[in-house]
């Protein structure tokens, strides 16, 4: 909790575990870290310590500290999304399930996949003002998470706010397909803007803390995720 009874804002960020190829993607992680720290904002990630996913994760704990960031990860994809380093190149060496807290924060780790989104969305939930989800760069797995995540807010599921961190015209392509799928009657025009775009780490965060949601969704009433 932070201000007296009024829950901390928490974002979960959706990333890439690669690095990308232009290092403006690892910038924008640490700028949104920074932006995250000035404001007490917590992180809920995916749990990796390599990539895009390391580097906003390790950065936010540098600044505001291990409880600061909660990283949930799947068992399957530990071996994936972990640095292998730390089993000395050896293909069937097993590498600790738990990164360092003091680097990493607080690790989770989880049955699967589905387990992994539902206890990052509900954390979310359960934030302050502002808690939302932010898109960084990344790749199939950050395009469905996001996109599952409109999704639920499209059904009425949630109303926290979606944002996709456009680094470079990264997610340019993502915006146009929107605007002609909406033109296309396939989203309603209303729904278009149910993610939002940003440029810059504050942009994005400014987002959330000012997202309406929209009059098309759907009231629907849900007992579980």
């Known amino acids: 909790m932070s ?16 690095p990308g190829n232009d290092p403006r993607h690892l910038a924008m992680a640490r700028e949104l870290a920074h932006a995250m720290a000035k404001r007490n904002i917590a992180l809920v990630y995916g749990g990796g310590t390599i990539g895009i996913m ?8 540098s600044l505001s500290g291990p409880s600061s960031v909660h990283g949930i990860i799947p068992e399957p994809l530990v071996r994936y ?4 380093s730390k089993t000395n190149g ?20 989880v049955p699967d996949m589905h387990t992994r989104k539902k206890l ?8 302050g ?11 199939y797995g950050t395009m469905e998470e996001i996109f599952e995540t409109a999704t639920w807010n499209q059904l009425g599921i949630h109303n926290k706010g979606m944002c996709l961190l456009n680094v470079d015209g990264f997610y340019d392509g993502i915006v146009e397909w929107i605007r002609k799928s909406s033109e296309s ?12 775009t940003a440029e810059d780490a504050e942009g994005a ?11 098309d969704t759907l009231k629907l009433e849900w007992g579980t995720l």
């Open 129 to 139: 003002p502002g808690s939302g989800f932010i898109a960084l760069s990344g790749g």
């Open 205 to 215: 965060l400014n987002a959330l803390l000012g997202y309406k949601v929209s009059v």
């Open 90 to 109: 050896a293909p069937d060496a097993k590498i600790p399930s738990l990164p360092a807290e003091q680097v990493f924060g607080r690790t989770t780790v």
């Open 81 to 84: 999304e972990r640095d292998l």
């Open 3 to 18: 201000n007296g009874s009024v829950p901390q804002t928490k974002v979960a960020v959706y990333c890439g575990a690669s």
């Open 120 to 127: 990052m969305a509900q954390e979310v939930f359960e934030g």
């Open 185 to 196: 009657g396939f989203i309603s025009g209303a729904n278009k803007d149910i993610l939002a």
């Open 54 to 61: 390391g580097e906003v994760a390790r950065t936010l704990v």
